[in-house]
Nanobody
Framework: QVQLVETGGGLVQAGGSLRLSCAAS????????MGWYRQAPNKARELVAI???????FYADSAKGRFFISRDNDENTVYLQMNNLKPEDTAVYFC????????????????WGNGTLVTVSS
């Protein structure tokens, strides 16, 4: 059983910052890729940023220059530092983990957290 738990969401004024954390737990060794997606009201879920085990990163255009993703491989935790937040960043932010390695096998599977709400007021 693998569980992803996000923390760090909340209400912030435009121009402010938040740091999201996602801790993965369960019977596994590591994930290949971890990342963040978001879903605003009445919109589809969209990619925000992803990071590989080797710290390669990819950002959505909306996140470039304002958001920064990092991970702690020893703790199986991924972070999203969000700066200069805008009202359009308001969404539920979901942690994602892909490509599960256990001590005996690899599983090409995706895992998701339950999400944490970020609200940016104008």
């Amino acid at each position: 059983q693998v569980q992803l738990v996000e923390t760090g969401g909340g209400l912030v004024q435009a121009g402010g910052s938040l740091r999201l954390s996602c801790a993965a737990s369960g019977n596994f060794v590591r994930f290949n890729t971890m990342g963040w997606y978001r879903q605003a009201p009445n919109k589809a879920r969209e990619l925000v940023a992803i990071i590989s085990r080797g710290d390669g990163t990819f950002y959505a255009d909306s996140a470039k220059g304002r958001f920064f993703i990092s991970r702690d491989n020893d703790e199986n935790t991924v972070y999203l530092q969000m700066n200069n937040l805008k009202p359009e960043d308001t969404a539920v932010y979901f942690c994602s983990a892909k490509g599960l390695w256990t001590t005996g096998a690899y599983y090409d599977m995706d895992f998701w957290g339950n999400g944490t709400l970020v609200t940016v007021s104008s």
